[in-house]
């Protein structure tokens, strides 16, 4: 890894560099009405994960990177596609080899592993305008940056889960609304017993599946600062929430395809034939359903809320400048103009979410209407468990809960023996 004082040169000059060309461009980017600036000039690489052919890489590479060239006439963008299966490997590579791009799209999961490493400028102290855009955007996406005490980059797109139903099948459980409470979902379940229906169905216990449920019923997985498990992923409000899981699947009101395994039918085919009467899932699911299902008419709603609220989980991409970068100036403008509002919303249109709070649900529905239920679940979402260890930390998660709700051990003793692995986990990166 570098030196500690390798990557504090760097570091230094952008935040001159950065003061010395403010001028070139707003705090949120560069409008679409500003007078073309030479105040940077240079190359500027991003690498990132858009499909071949998908209409977010074209309006990248055909709207987005040619509008930010016209502003800026001596830099030239260069777009660099890696499928999102090799992305991470590449970063990786290309970490220990000190040959990273400018910018990149990384996943959320992956910013903490690689400020860990060394290798992404934390942003909150080389950008000056930094305050400014973590100001207009979303909290949840937001926090998937934050490492320790710093933020190593900012959202770039966004998506959460939100509970999405099936009305007829609502209606041959009794009811025409969905739930909107912990207690209307078990209630719900206790009225399957003969339907041909599951009150709802998911098909996993990872992080992505169960952690809206543990957080609004209260529970969480550690500490805010990352440091221990204990009393968290083995609190009361966590275990109730293993408990109400593991007693809906005894009761068949859970669809048995949570335990994982080959076979079953996914959610994406049992929701719209009436199978399931309630998933939780993203907003790719309407187009999926557009083309799959035409017509079967999907609803959405909040997750049902627990003790503490209704809380659902961020995904997305985050954008990091690397501390390879050798025209952090440029860069550092082009990121704030893919966050600026224009850009945003351009990528709105292909079915990207945008990350801005100032682009509120009346403005989305203009685009997509099924977007407004998105945009409110994001108030309150929350990132996955922002370490470098996550991906273990998932996989612990998803064993124990797992265990607990097939009854091979009682949720407070599955939750305990997770406490005890997540802390063996964090503590390598204390």
Sequence with gaps: MKTWLKALAPAVGLVLSLSACGAAGTAMGTS????????????????????????????????LIPKFESLHPGVTVKSVPVPYDSLHQKLVTAAAGEQLPDLVRSDIIWVPELANLDVIEPLDTTLPDFADLKAKVFPGPLATNKWKDHYYGLPL?????????????????????????FDELKALSAKTAGTGVFAYAEGGTGGWSVLPWIWSGGGSVTDDAVT???????????????????????????????????????????????????????????????????????????IPAGKAGSISVVGGEDIVLTKDSKNKAAAAEFLRFLLSEDSQMEMAKTGQMPVLSS???????????????????????????????????????????????????????????????INALIAQYK
Excluded: C
């Excluded at 009405?33 to 590479?61: C, K, M, N, R």
């Excluded at 699947?249 to 669809?255: D, N, P, R, V």
């Excluded at 991906?391 to 809960?401: A, G, L, M, T």
């Design 157 to 181: 797109d966004t998506n959460t889960r939100v509970l999405m139903y099936n009305a007829d099948a609502l209606k041959k459980l009794g009811v025409t609304q969905p739930p909107a409470t």
């Design 359 to 421: 682009i509120t649900a009346d403005k989305l529905n203009a685009i997509q209407p099924y977007y407004g239920t998105f945009v409110e679940q994001l108030k309150t979402a929350q990132p996955r468990t922002p370490s470098p260890a996550w991906p273990k930390i998932d996989e612990v998660i998803s064993k124990q809960v797992l265990t607990a709700i097939k009854g091979e051990a009682t949720p407070q003793a599955a939750m305990d023996a997770a406490a005890t692995q």
């Design 228 to 302: 221990t498990a204990t009393g968290h992923i083995n609190g009361a409000d966590t275990v109730a929430v293993v408990q109400m899981l593991a007693d809906m699947l005894k009761q068949k009101g859970i669809s048995d395809i949570i335990l994982g395994g080959q076979g079953g039918t996914k959610t994406s085919d049992g929701l719209p034939k009436g199978q399931f009467a309630t998933i939780l899932d993203g907003p790719w699911m309407f187009p999926i359903m557009k083309s799959q299902y035409p017509n079967f008419d999907l609803k959405t709603a909040p």
């Design 32 to 63: 679409a009405s500003q007078a073309p600036s030479a105040a940077i000039s240079g190359s500027v690489t991003f690498w990132h994960a858009y499909s071949a052919d998908s209409p977010e890489l074209s309006t990248l590479e055909k709207v």
